[in-house]
């Protein structure tokens, strides 16, 4: 069975940092791009950022290029997004998702995990 | 960037009702134009990609149909667990990788 566990959520200043996970399972997951989205409390969905399979090629919504990053770690089946300088606009639920294909393009988002809560407030 | 648009924002309908939903792209985004679903509470779920393939183990009361710059999403009879929200999403030119703003179905 695919699994995604989102983890690091929490409630932190504006300009801090927090670290989120994302631990993988039940499929090949070296073979697969990630991606993280986000969904604001009572809004829609939002891109943030994706990475390819390998790991080499990321791409980031504007709204957080330079503040965010994109990473991941095969040998231990988890992605991560480690955000600096928070701003009270990045609060919201923060769902990973794997694409249906394998290979480098980021293409549909077939299995998502269940969402960690960031929340930036003072 | 491409933008995606979607209509209705909300519906009301009810049980066995024939729904369709549609999606506008900004500009031609051949079929490369996926459907999920959303319940409260929940993360969002796939139903359809590539414009017309009905997600493995999604009800084949779900179609897709469309390319270029219009789709619909068509739930052929509705059914109880199906009131929720539906965002269409496009992968075509990225980045970024966009969504509509999703549309509501409720009950009637």
């Known amino acids: 069975e695919v699994k995604l566990l989102e983890s690091g959520g929490g409630l932190v200043q504006p300009g801090g940092s927090l670290r989120l996970s994302c631990a993988a399972s039940?499929?090949?997951?070296?073979?697969?791009?990630m991606t993280w989205v986000r969904q604001a409390p009572g809004k829609g969905l939002e891109w943030v950022t994706s990475?390819?399979?390998?790991?080499?090629?990321?791409f980031y919504a504007d709204s957080v290029k330079g503040r965010f990053t994109i990473s991941r770690d095969n040998s231990k089946s988890t992605l991560y997004l480690q955000m600096n300088s928070l701003r009270p606009e990045d609060t919201a639920m923060y769902f990973c998702?794997?694409?249906?294909?394998?290979?480098?393009?980021?293409?549909?988002?077939?299995?998502w995990g269940q969402g960690t809560m960031v929340s930036v407030s003072s | 960037d491409i933008q995606m648009t979607q209509s209705p924002s909300s519906l009301s309908a009810s049980v066995g009702d024939r729904v369709t939903i549609t999606c506008r792209a900004s500009?031609?985004?051949?079929?490369?134009l996926n459907w999920y679903q959303q319940i409260p509470g929940k993360a969002p779920k796939l139903l359809i990609y590539?414009?017309?393939s009905l997600q493995s183990g999604v009800p084949s009361r779900f179609s897709g149909s469309g390319s270029g710059t219009d789709f619909t999403l068509t739930i052929s009879s509705l059914q109880p667990e199906d009131f929720a929200t539906y965002y269409c999403?496009?992968?075509?030119?990225?980045?970024?990788?966009?969504f509509g703003q999703g549309t509501r179905l409720e009950i009637k």
């Open positions: 990475i390819s399979a390998g790991g080499p090629t990321t």
């Open positions: 999403q496009q992968s075509y030119s990225i980045p970024p990788i966009t």
């Open positions: 590539a414009a017309s």
């Open positions: 998702a794997k694409d249906l294909r394998m290979g480098a393009t980021i293409d549909v988002f077939d299995m």
């Open positions: 500009q031609s985004i051949s079929n490369y």
């Open positions: 039940g499929f090949t997951f070296n073979s697969h791009p």
